[in-house]
């Protein structure tokens, strides 16, 4: 059967930053815990403090997770885009760089998920 491929697909991104009323959509990851088996697409205003992303957002979402009332935030390793990165929890996330759709992971040394089977 053949494929016919569209060339020109043109249309209006539903997940544009417009569309958001003043948030931007940041995908956060845990690497080795793949109960959650991709990053969580969060909308969030481009001014909260990481920290406050830390505090309060990552507990609704990862905090179920036996794994998560154990993490020492001091010595998890953050990624930006696959590279390694240091964010500062004083700062914004656009402060820290963070843009609309961009992707966060972090890695809990010593956390490997239930019983180390990464899930």
Known sequence: ????????????????????????????????HLMFCAPFALALPPSMRFGELVDTTLPGAFGYHPDFARIDWSAVQWFKSGQPWQPDFGRSLADNGLRHKD???????????????CS
């Open 103 to 117: 992707v966060i992971r972090f890695r809990t040394p010593g956390l490997t998920g239930i019983d180390g089977s």
């Open 1 to 32: 059967m053949a494929v016919a491929a569209v060339k020109d697909y043109r249309f209006d991104s539903a997940d544009r930053l417009e569309n958001f009323h003043g948030n931007q959509l940041l995908f956060v990851g845990w690497e080795d």
